[in-house]
Each structure stands twice: as structure tokens, then as C-alpha cells.
Nanobody, 122 residues
Framework: QVQLVESGGGLVQAGGSLRLSCAASGRTFTSYAIGWFRQAPGKEREFVAAIDWSGYYTIYTDSVKGRFTISRDNAKRTVYLQMNSLKPEDTAVYYC???????????????WGQGTQVTVSS
């Protein structure tokens, strides 16, 4: 089993940057792919980015390509989401999740964190 805790959210102006962290506990962390999802007010939760267990393979939704970077440090049991050139439409609660495959569907992830709020002002 894996427990996940997100941190690093906050309020930032448009064009600014934030780095989210997803800290994991559990001996099997390195066996899992990690995904980031987000949910804006009044909208469904959507896929943002994912990384495989090795950190070598990544995937992004089109709206964040070139602006967001996902990475992981297995020794620290932490996955990061570096977010640059933030836009007001990036405002959402960001969740990390652990799953056996590096997928884009929520159904492919078994464990979820509680989320961290990101607010981008214009």
C-alpha cells in the first residue's frame, strides 16, 4: 500500500512558477507509476502528467506541454511537478496518484493524495 501527501501549492501571479511535491510512504513506492491530476471548481478532475516507475517515461496533457515537468526521486520517495508560465486556467486542486501503469485515466490509479490548491491570479 502507498500513502501520498502533496505539498507546494499556493497563490501565484500569471507567468509565475510553482513546484508541487508528492511524498510517498510504503515499501513498494518504486513499483508504481505516479500521475498528477487536477480539478478546477465546477469541473471534472482531469489528467495532467504521469511518470513511470523508473522516471524515464513521461506523458503530459497537451495544455501543459512545454510548461510543466514531472520528475521523481525514488531515493526520496518523492515525485515533483514543476509548473512554469502558469496561467489562470491552471487554477485547481492538484492531486497525485499511484498506479501500476503510466496511464491518463483515473481508473488506472489505486492510491490518491488529499490534494493541494494552486491558484493563479491574472
Amino acid at each position: 500500500q502507498v500513502q501520498l501527501v502533496e505539498s507546494g501549492g499556493g497563490l501565484v501571479q500569471a507567468g509565475g512558477s510553482l513546484r508541487l511535491s508528492c511524498a510517498a510512504s510504503g515499501r513498494t513506492f518504486t513499483s508504481y507509476a505516479i500521475g498528477w491530476f487536477r480539478q478546477a471548481p465546477g469541473k471534472e478532475r482531469e489528467f495532467v502528467a504521469a511518470i513511470d516507475w523508473s522516471g524515464y517515461y513521461t506523458i503530459y496533457t497537451d495544455s501543459v506541454k512545454g510548461r510543466f515537468t514531472i520528475s521523481r526521486d525514488n531515493a526520496k520517495r518523492t515525485v515533483y511537478l514543476q509548473m512554469n508560465s502558469l496561467k489562470p486556467e491552471d487554477t485547481a486542486v492538484y492531486y497525485c496518484a499511484a498506479g501500476r501503469v503510466r496511464g491518463t485515466s483515473q481508473k488506472e490509479y489505486d492510491y490518491w493524495g488529499q490534494g493541494t490548491q494552486v491558484t493563479v491570479s491574472s
